[in-house]
């Protein structure tokens, strides 16, 4: 295999978690510095992102980034930064972006250039209480980001190519919805943004009227009422109807401006056989539909059970479902929405024959533990031969799926 050098160490500065831990991304979890206890440039060419990108030179993405990360399956089209070149030549965004180029090329490891990516987590706070969110223990409002980092972020956002503030809900959150109405329109940074749909009022729309969105993703996990509330409402206050009505508008709003919509799904036992009805919602809506199994968040063997627990009726019909959606999406042209659909069918694949048995799942949970408490020498070569064996048992299940499409 290919060593594959990612310019996430190089192009991106990722605020995941209102604590102000930074990563390069939200699929490599290796904390690089801290907004509470330093600068944003103390972070940048610290320590610790000089090693990632050390690293990344000397190992590749594939030595120690989660297999199932879309950009090491050539996903996440959206992340593509490589527009800058429309950008004016004379300007801060495209002069920034091509130093930051240049220096990547170069394989340097301490930057001139500064970010070209910048994610913020404000608050995991939200006004949902979706099923397989990894944040609950956390949502708290008074778990925020620090009024320092909101105010660097505004000197930041003169040389991004893009912004994107995340959640919990962003739109939850007046300080985010502030810094947006504050945005100077007369930069080029293009903003990606995340919401669940739900508190999409008329101010939030005028807002969004004059930013430059590259991206906008809305998460549903159902292609129905009911899933929706089994899913994601669980007794909060929200509206299936308001959230189409909202889709709707974001569908006239992508005609005006054109900007990347998507819509997303994670699979599970409830919304199994919902994948062609929720790859149908997202076109009627001219969205890309992006489904994924879920993760559980915390390893429970309860989560496991009640959504991650398949029978072989619906290991079919899935699998029916994906090969009917994608020459759906393929007609549209959704590159990303093909993949992932490929993807999803080589998990459940690989799903099937291990963590769909509880039993395996225990197993494999006792050897996480074990893992976590070995010397650190220890781990590496370990996590080596995991990822190793990950490869090879997503190599049989891709060979076991090309076998069964040619019966």
Request: hydrophobic share 40%.
């Amino acid at each position: 295999m290919n060593k594959f050098v990612c310019k996430h160490p190089w192009a991106h500065f990722e605020v995941n978690n209102p604590n102000g831990d930074v990563t390069m991304c939200c699929n490599n979890n290796t904390v690089l510095g801290n907004v509470n206890e330093q600068t944003v440039a103390d972070i940048w060419n610290g320590d610790r992102f000089t090693q990632m990108r050390r690293r990344m030179v000397e190992e590749g993405a594939h030595a120690f980034c989660p297999h199932t990360c879309p950009v090491l399956q050539g996903g996440k089209k959206y992340e593509n930064l490589d527009w800058y070149t429309d950008l004016d030549p004379e300007g801060p965004i495209r002069k920034n972006a091509e130093l930051n180029e240049a220096e990547y090329a170069a394989q340097k490891t301490s930057l001139g250039s500064e970010p070209r990516w910048v994610r913020f987590t404000y608050s995991y706070a939200c006004n949902l209480d979706c099923y397989h969110c990894y944040q609950r223990e956390d949502a708290t409002l008074s778990y925020k980001l620090p009024d320092g980092f909101m105010s660097e972020l505004e000197e930041y956002v003169e040389t991004a190519q893009i912004v994107y503030p995340f959640g919990g809900e962003p739109f939850f959150f007046s300080p985010v919805i502030d810094f947006l109405s504050d945005h100077n329109t007369n930069t080029e940074t293009r903003f990606y943004l995340i919401t669940n749909a739900t508190l999409l009022t008329d101010k939030v729309f005028e807002v969004l009227d004059r930013l430059s969105i590259n991206t906008m993703a809305a998460s549903l996990d159902a292609a129905n009422a009911l899933s929706f509330d089994l899913l994601r409402v669980r007794g909060r206050n929200a509206s299936w109807d308001r959230v189409m009505a909202n889709l709707d508008r974001l569908a006239e709003l992508k005609r005006r401006k054109g900007f990347e919509f998507t819509l997303s799904m994670t699979l599970n036992t409830v919304n199994a056989l919902e994948i062609e009805d929720f790859v149908d919602l997202a076109l009627r809506f001219d969205a890309e539909p992006l489904i994924m199994l879920v993760a559980n968040p915390y390893q429970t063997i309860d989560f496991q059970k009640k959504f991650l627990t398949f029978t072989e009726g619906q290991f079919a019909e899935m699998e029916r479902q994906i090969d009917a959606s994608i020459p759906k999406v393929r007609a549209r042209k959704y590159s990303d929405a093909e993949l992932y659909l490929d993807q999803l069918k080589l998990h459940l694949e690989m799903h099937r024959s291990g963590d769909n048995d509880p039993v395996k799942f225990a197993a494999k949970n006792a050897a996480r533990t074990v893992f976590r408490h070995l010397p650190e020498q220890l781990q590496a070569p370990l996590r080596r031969a995991v990822q190793n064996r990950r490869r090879s048992a997503m190599a049989r299940a891709e060979q076991k799926l090309r076998e069964d499409s040619a019966q």
